[in-house]
């Protein structure tokens, strides 16, 4: 048995546009529908999973993710997770970084947390919690959440502080791939980060 088919790979989606997201607004409880053009990316995703067999897909309890999840045609084999739910921003909820740095110079959400939501040790101990859980499984997960987690779940995976998610942007609708390099346990990796299926090209008349 080839070793690696012993260990997870977890293909992890930041959820489609909303308006919020469009407009740069910290998002974490409220709950969201996509914008039609977060619905479109999100329905892209589905043909570029064709061909990988999902052992088990998991999704944030949020309206965002779910939905993703569902334009990408996994929904019917989904399960919630509430760790993969957004950072809470607390009293930041609905603000743009420029709003909080106007009156709090030098914030940083990696280094500084959340008034009234949460500490960067507090997303880090669930992050770190969903990755002893995830690396249980076997064969193809698919993970659907949120920007900020995700960034801090990435950088847990391979062992990083979660001041490192700081350098890890990540689009809407986008994907990437949490994996072993040559299939050993001890060597996380990031193998693949803010993929973007491209739209179609338009035709010609």
């Given at each position: 048995?080839?070793?690696?088919?012993?260990?997870?790979?977890?293909?992890?989606?930041?959820?489609?546009?909303?308006?919020?997201?469009?407009?740069?607004?910290?998002?974490?409880?409220?709950?969201?529908?996509?914008?039609?053009?977060?619905?479109?990316?999100?329905?892209?995703?589905?043909?570029?999973?064709?061909?990988?067999?999902?052992?088990?897909?998991?999704?944030?309890?949020?309206?965002?993710?779910?939905?993703?999840?569902?334009?990408?045609?996994?929904?019917?084999?989904?399960?919630?997770?509430?760790?993969?739910?957004?950072?809470?921003?607390?009293?930041?909820?609905?603000?743009?970084?420029?709003?909080?740095?106007?009156?709090?110079?030098?914030?940083?959400?990696?280094?500084?947390?959340?008034p009234g939501g949460e500490s960067p040790?507090?997303?880090?101990?669930?992050?770190?919690?969903?990755?002893?859980?995830?690396?249980?499984?076997?064969?193809?997960?698919?993970?659907?959440?949120?920007?900020?987690?995700?960034?801090?779940?990435?950088?847990?995976?391979?062992?990083?502080?979660?001041?490192?998610?700081?350098?890890?942007?990540?689009?809407?609708?986008?994907?990437?791939?949490?994996?072993?390099?040559?299939?050993?346990?001890?060597?996380?990796?990031?193998?693949?980060?803010?993929?973007?299926?491209?739209?179609?090209?338009?035709?010609?008349?």
């Amino acid at each position: 048995m080839n070793p690696g088919d012993q260990l997870p790979r977890i293909h992890v989606f930041r959820h489609g546009e909303t308006v919020w997201s469009l407009a740069g607004l910290h998002t974490s409880r409220t709950d969201l529908p996509l914008t039609a053009r977060g619905e479109e990316a999100a329905r892209r995703l589905a043909g570029r999973l064709d061909g990988i067999e999902f052992a088990r897909v998991l999704t944030s309890p949020r309206l965002r993710a779910r939905r993703t999840c569902e334009l990408a045609y996994l929904g019917a084999a989904a399960e919630i997770e509430p760790d993969l739910r957004e950072w809470d921003y607390g009293d930041y909820e609905g603000r743009t970084t420029a709003e909080i740095l106007s009156k709090h110079e030098g914030w940083n959400l990696f280094f500084d947390g959340c008034p009234g939501g949460e500490s960067p040790a507090q997303v880090a101990a669930r992050a770190d919690a969903l990755v002893d859980r995830l690396r249980l499984l076997r064969g193809n997960v698919a993970v659907f959440s949120h920007g900020h987690f995700l960034r801090v779940l990435a950088a847990r995976w391979v062992g990083l502080p979660v001041s490192a998610a700081q350098h890890l942007a990540l689009a809407t609708a986008s994907l990437g791939v949490l994996d072993y390099e040559h299939h050993r346990a001890e060597n996380p990796v990031i193998a693949l980060w803010n993929e973007i299926v491209p739209a179609a090209p338009a035709l010609k008349s």
